[in-house]
């Protein structure tokens, strides 16, 4: 079973878009959910997750320009980045906590259910 990132695409520097994790087979509200990313040549980095009680994390390097919420009703979570930067090209994945619990999210746990990711691309 894999969740399936989306949303990705060539975007202008000072740009906004909006990625998107959705499960066909299974329901994700149970579960808390991570995104990160990886950029060519650096290793995968959390970007940020989501508890099961909808309640954020995100480290202190990506505070401030990404947000992300959950609609339990679309079985979907979504990842808004805002003023984007070259920084931020990469593939972006999403995936599903192994364990955890309903209350708080850890990016530092291990992950299961890894799709396929969208690709980022900032340019002008």
């Known amino acids: 079973v894999q969740l399936q990132a989306s949303g990705g695409g060539l975007v202008q520097p000072g740009g906004s878009l909006r990625l998107s994790c959705a499960a066909s087979r299974f329901t994700l509200d149970v579960y808390n959910i991570g995104w990160f990313r990886q950029a060519p040549g650096k290793e995968r980095e959390g970007v940020s997750c989501?508890?099961?009680?909808?309640?954020?994390y995100y480290p202190d390097s990506m505070k401030g320009r990404f947000t992300i919420s959950r609609d339990n009703a679309k079985n979907t979570v979504y990842l808004q980045i805002n003023n984007v930067s070259a920084e931020d090209t990469a593939v972006y994945y999403c995936?599903?906590?192994?364990?955890?619990?309903?209350?708080?999210?850890?990016?530092?746990?291990?992950?299961?259910?890894w799709g396929q990711g969208t690709l980022v691309t900032v340019s002008s």
């Open positions: 989501i508890s099961g009680e909808s309640r954020p």
């Open positions: 995936a599903a906590e192994m364990g955890g619990n309903w209350y708080t999210c850890d990016l530092t746990a291990d992950y299961h259910s």
